[in-house]
C-alpha cells in the first residue's frame, strides 16, 4: 500500500503528530507513505498568514527536518517520502518556487484550494450562480487545474474535482470540453493525478475524481497515485482496497511514486 498525501497539527486544521501518521502507516503495513503537509503561505509579508489553514514560514524549516528525521528512523520499515502540498496562485508562485527550491523534497503537490477569491469548500459560494451557470463554473474551475499542471510545478495534482466538495449537485454537471483539457494537460506535464478518498469528509462523498473522470483519465493514459488526504491518522490509506478493485477495473495497471522528483511505477496490486 502507498499513501502520498498527509497533514498534520502544525497545519492547524489537522491532528496528531507526523510520528503517530508514521506509527499508524506501519500498523496498517503501508509500504510507501508521503508527508506532504500545507506549504505556508510563502507569497504573505506575514509569518502566519491564515493559522488555520497553514503552518508558519518560520516553522517550514523544523517540518522538513522532523520529517526527514522520521525518514531515516524508519528506513529499515517504510518508505517516508518528503513533500509539501502547495496552493496554485496563477502569476504568483516565485515565492513558492524559491522558498520551496532549498529543501531536498521527493516530489510537491499541486492543487487549488481558493479558486475566483473564494474557498472551494465554502458553501456559501453557490448562493448567488444559477443553475445555468454551473457547466460554464465548472469549466473554468477544471481550466484553473489544467493551469496548475501547465506550469510544471508540481508533480502530483491534488484533488482534481474538490470544488463538489460541499456542492454534491455540481458532479453531475458536465464540463466535457474543459474536463479533457484538464486530463491532457495533467498527462502532457509530466505530473500525475491523485485518487484522493478525501470526499467522504464533505458533503459530496465519494472521491476526487469521480468513476467517470476516472475513466476519461484512463483513456487519455494519465498516470495515477493514491492519496488519503488524512487529516487525522486513523484516514491513513482510507478505502484502499475499493480504490484497487475499481480502478483495475477500469484498466489502470500502476502507482506512480516520485523519489528525489524522480518517478517511478508500482504495480496496483
Not at 500500500?1 to 492547524?12: A, F, P
Not at 499541486?110 to 477569491?117: K, N
Request: contains cysteine.
Amino acid at each position: 500500500m502507498i499513501d502520498l498525501h498527509t497533514h498534520h497539527q502544525r497545519c492547524g486544521h489537522a491532528t496528531g503528530s507526523l510520528r503517530d501518521y508514521v506509527v499508524e502507516a506501519l500498523e496498517k503495513g503501508v509500504k510507501v507513505l508521503g508527508l506532504s503537509d500545507h506549504t505556508p503561505m510563502f507569497a504573505s509579508k506575514e509569518d502566519h498568514a491564515l493559522p488555520p489553514v497553514a503552518m508558519p514560514k518560520s516553522e517550514f524549516p523544523s517540518y522538513v527536518a522532523e520529517a526527514l528525521a522520521l525518514k531515516a528512523e524508519f528506513e529499515n520499515s517504510i518508505e517516508i517520502l518528503v513533500s509539501t502540498e502547495a496552493d496554485y496562485f496563477h502569476g504568483r508562485m516565485d515565492a513558492y518556487t524559491e522558498a520551496l527550491g532549498g529543501y531536498p523534497l521527493d516530489y510537491v503537490i499541486g492543487s487549488l484550494h481558493m479558486f475566483e477569491g473564494r474557498d472551494i469548500f465554502d458553501v456559501t459560494r453557490w448562493e448567488a450562480v444559477e443553475e445555468n451557470d454551473l457547466a460554464a463554473v465548472k469549466a473554468r474551475y477544471f481550466r484553473a487545474v489544467a493551469a496548475c499542471a501547465q506550469s510544471r510545478l508540481f508533480h502530483v495534482i491534488g484533488h482534481v474535482d474538490a470544488l463538489k466538495g460541499n456542492y454534491p449537485n455540481l458532479d453531475a454537471v458536465p464540463a466535457p470540453a474543459a474536463t479533457d483539457e484538464m486530463l491532457l494537460a495533467i498527462r502532457n506535464s509530466g505530473a500525475v493525478m491523485e485518487v484522493n478518498t478525501s470526499g467522504g469528509t464533505k458533503q459530496c462523498g465519494g472521491w476526487y475524481p469521480n468513476f467517470d473522470l476516472l475513466e476519461r483519465a484512463h483513456h487519455f493514459q494519465v498516470p495515477i497515485t493514491f492519496a488519503s488526504d488524512a487529516h487525522v491518522p486513523e484516514r491513513i490509506c482510507d478505502q484502499y482496497p475499493e480504490v484497487v478493485r475499481v480502478l483495475s477495473d477500469i484498466g489502470f495497471k500502476a502507482w506512480t511514486v516520485f523519489r528525489n522528483q524522480e518517478a517511478r511505477e508500482y504495480p496496483l496490486c
